[in-house]
């Protein structure tokens, strides 16, 4: 089994990890995805649908397991044929492309798209901007294979294999991302791609 090091031990030997959190900045581009593609009407239904209130602060500190419901939600209206075992998966490739219209995602994405692999390797920092309680590493295993492991995220497994799988559609690589759970609320993701990509 693969250690993250003295930051994973440390949690696991804590009685309770901390409730991980990301900044309100980034659920309102899940709203705006909603109010382009349906107007007023759509964010009534997505205030509806969610169960709340749409109002965020950019340093709001939101549950993620908020902005998972959020995101669901969105994806249920912009795409209501989407089966429901197939929603963490595909809410994960909304959220990609909903990260990639923020102020953050406009910064970095453009400017490392034909880098794809330095961005991954460096997903630990991204993420420090992002979330607090979630601890990223990463691992290279091959020059074509990065292991990113996820502790304590409150995501579905299968959401950041869809975040990461639309990341790499966005990069113009071909590859696959395939997961495993490490330990209780470790998710790794292998993500592995065409050397000519």
């Not at 382009?36 to 939101?62: C, R, W």
């Not at 990113?148 to 995220?153: C, E, G, L, S, Y």
Request: hydrophobic share 40%; net charge negative; charged share 20%.
């Amino acid at each position: 089994m693969y250690i993250l090091g003295e930051e994973y031990t440390t949690y696991m030997n804590m009685s309770t990890l901390p409730s991980p959190v990301i900044k309100g900045i980034f659920l309102k581009s899940h709203i705006q995805a909603v109010e382009k593609a349906l107007g007023p009407e759509g964010l009534k239904k997505l205030e509806s649908a969610y169960g709340g209130s749409l109002k965020f602060n950019n340093s709001d500190e939101v549950p993620i397991r908020d902005e998972v419901r959020l995101i669901e939600c969105a994806l249920r209206l912009l795409a209501a044929d989407i089966p429901e075992d197939k929603v963490p998966y595909e809410a994960g490739r909304l959220h990609f492309n909903n990260f990639s219209t923020t102020p953050l995602g406009k910064l970095i994405l453009p400017f490392f798209r034909n880098n794809f692999k330095k961005v991954v390797l460096n997903t630990r920092h991204v993420a420090g901007h992002v979330f607090r309680g979630v601890t990223f590493s990463t691992r290279e295993l091959s020059p074509t294979h990065i292991e990113v492991t996820m502790t304590n995220a409150d995501y579905p497994i299968e959401h950041f294999t869809g975040f990461f799988q639309a990341w790499m559609e966005y990069s113009g690589i071909q590859g696959t991302v395939t997961t495993h759970v490490t330990a209780p609320g470790v998710f790794a993701y292998d993500i592995v791609w065409d050397m000519t990509s």
